[in-house]
């Protein structure tokens, strides 16, 4: 969703409030990664002190595969980001700001990008999962194998 800051960048206490889902369809295109849920953003623009920011939460579904046990499951997520957004930056190496594309800016694509660089790196289907068996791969959650009795491992 685009969304138009000129009021917001020209008045200084002025907010704008926005709600919305990224339908499922539209996360499709994101490699590597299933979306079980459309995204529900909500947040604001807002002008304090003459500076520009967005604050705004997502919530989504995502389908995992477990890294130890290889099993699916999803996972609920409820993240909550913050940024300065600027008109223009004199130098293009500044990651500290969004900036505007001609007053105008892009949720999704911030959405998308806060989202997917905070998810874990290493996704467990829960917290002391044990994994497969190194020997016969069996399920170590479901049972327990002879290997691990004998020491083969």
Known sequence: MKINLKQIFDI???????????????????KGFTFSSPVNLEGRFYNHAGVV???????FEMLHTCDRCLKEFSKNYDLSFEHIVVPSVSNSDND????????????????LTDMLLSLPTKVLCREDCKGLCMVCGCDLNEKQCDHLNNNEL
């Open 12 to 30: 200084v206490g002025e907010s704008k409030k926005f709600s919305y889902e990224i339908e499922t369809d539209e996360l499709d295109g994101v």
């Open 53 to 59: 920011y967005l604050e705004y939460s997502a919530a």
């Open 96 to 111: 500290d700001y969004i900036v505007a594309d001609g007053e105008s800016i892009e949720v999704n694509e911030i959405a």
